[in-house]
């Protein structure tokens, strides 16, 4: 039986000389509402642990898919065996497509047989990649009915053990912000909150853009684009205040393509 509880969606399992096309898969994937494992995207929480069991439990446990980059670079490294054992524990224990092998040479990997099914990056445009990956995991959430709904985020800062000065009460109307693009100062109970995914959006009273975006842990797609508090990462376009807590502003918060030099 498939675990339907997992940290991540996808873990990009690759040899660093293949860092380049992870990094853009990466990329790709996390705009399209995607929660990637990619280890740059996690370097704070990877700092002083050991590496060798918490990386075990990221490709063993805390993903839906192990998207393994294979190429003859892949099958020589001992990361990306370690890795690779794990994901093969989790795929024999499961019995189901875990693995998602995508081709970038003729290398054969040990454990991954030549009638599994796999991507030819030659043949493959990145962006189709990103699509084909998308499509599996929107796929094993409808077979497994995971839904999402709406998290504000009154309900991040409560679930945060946020606890604001003078006993104010947490709630909507306390938080403050503005428009980028009309300038209009308002708080969040004035914009207007929908659900894009897994993505909850407050939009400007205006209906300008999106102001406020939370977001799943892990959905932050490269340093600057939100703050995690708690499980959820805020991402806000102008400054959110709460009494006398300030989320700053990030410039590439909302930005759907990663900013170059970042």
């Not at 294979?70 to 690779?84: C, D, G, I, L």
């Not at 991402?235 to 900013?259: C, I, Q, T």
Request: contains cysteine.
């Amino acid at each position: 039986m498939a675990k339907t509880s997992a940290t991540y969606d996808v873990a990009i399992s690759f040899a660093g000389e293949d860092r380049a096309l992870a990094s853009e898969i990466a990329s790709g994937l996390v705009t399209k509402g995607v929660n990637v494992f990619y280890d740059e995207y996690s370097e704070a929480d990877l700092w002083g642990k050991d590496l060798y069991s918490h990386l075990t439990s990221i490709y063993r446990d805390e993903s839906i898919f192990c998207l393994m980059l294979v190429s003859s670079a892949y099958v020589n490294k001992q990361w990306t065996n370690h890795e690779r054992r794990a994901a093969q524990s989790r795929a024999f224990t499961e019995n189901r497509e875990y693995i998602l092998p995508l081709r970038l040479d003729d290398a054969d990997v040990e454990g991954v047989l030549d009638t599994t099914g796999y991507v030819d990056v030659r043949r493959k445009t990145v962006e189709e990649v990103v699509a084909l990956v998308v499509e599996k995991v929107r796929a094993f959430e409808k077979e497994n009915g995971i839904s999402h709904e709406i998290v504000t985020v009154t309900d991040v800062f409560v679930k945060g053990e946020i606890r604001p000065p003078n006993g104010l009460v947490i709630e909507e109307e306390r938080f403050e912000t503005s428009c980028p693009t009309c300038g209009t100062a308002q708080n969040l109970s004035q914009a207007t909150l929908s659900l894009d995914h897994d993505d909850t959006l407050y939009t400007c009273r205006n209906g300008c853009q999106t102001i406020v975006v939370v977001s799943r842990r892990g959905l932050v797609g490269w340093p600057g684009r939100g703050y995690r508090i708690g499980d959820y990462v805020i991402r806000n376009a102008s400054d959110l205040r709460f009494a006398h807590v300030l989320v700053p502003a990030s410039r590439a918060a909302l930005m759907k393509s990663r900013p170059q030099g970042l």
